[in-house]
């Protein structure tokens, strides 16, 4: 039962009415990105061209970083969301046509990789923020393993990124964005010791994978904050 919904969510395309929502939802929020926030993406010739790879942006500050981080480069990104916004009309419609799929709270973590190595294994690119949710200040947080862990089980590559300026633009708690520069520092592809798709993958491998990626995000972060003027 599990394996027929990801083949479900796997095959689900823009077409049609979607595929013409999702160019003008993208060009309008391009367009808002641009001149409200003055969004900058620099390095984005870092993102892979084509096959399954995980974006992870770090200084995750502000709800502004998932909207801002689909606009870095031209690719669909898929996204990891609660089964219960896709139940509810339009929302879920539109949460699809943005990329996203669900995954249900109350099922186990192991469910939810499952799924998401088969976006990456399907040749698409997965955005997961490892800090998981919001924080604050100039720190990149400890990381969740769950990027780490999926680049190392599918062989994938893991994209970091550093995301600047949206804890001045749109803080945690509030609910007004004021406009105030963003930037998105790309950095170059991290590649897993593990790159041998669906072998077991050894716990040393995902935390060295995990500091890895950490120290390249707090650099990251740290150079978007100064494009920012923070």
Not at 59 to 70: E, F, K, M, N, Q
């Amino acid at each position: 039962m599990v394996e027929n919904r990801v083949e479900q969510e796997l095959d689900f395309e823009l077409k049609g009415v979607a595929r013409v929502a999702y160019r003008l939802i993208r060009s309008v929020l391009r367009l808002a990105m641009k001149f409200w926030f003055r969004l900058e993406v620099t390095g984005g010739e870092n993102l892979p061209a084509d096959g399954g790879f995980v974006m992870a942006p770090g200084g995750h500050r502000s709800i502004l970083d998932t909207p801002s981080v689909a606009l870095a480069g031209p690719r669909v990104l898929r996204y990891m969301g609660a089964e219960s916004y896709f139940k509810i009309p339009g929302v879920g419609w539109f949460l699809r046509t943005m990329g996203g799929f669900p995954v249900e709270r109350d099922a186990t973590d192991r469910r939810a990789l499952k799924l998401a190595e088969q976006i990456i294994n399907h040749g698409e690119p997965l955005a997961v923020f490892p800090e998981g949710t919001r924080q604050q200040g100039p720190i990149v947080q400890p990381l969740k393993q769950g990027a780490a862990y999926l680049a190392c089980r599918t062989g994938a590559p893991i994209v970091p990124l550093g995301a600047g300026g949206a804890e001045r633009a749109l803080p945690k708690g509030k609910y007004f964005p004021r406009p105030r520069k963003l930037t998105l520092v790309v950095g170059e592809p991290i590649y897993p010791p593990t790159a041998v798709q669906g072998a077991r993958v050894r716990r040393s491998d995902v935390t060295q994978l995990s500091e890895q990626l950490r120290e390249a995000l707090q650099a990251l972060f740290d150079e978007a904050q100064i494009r920012a003027g923070q």
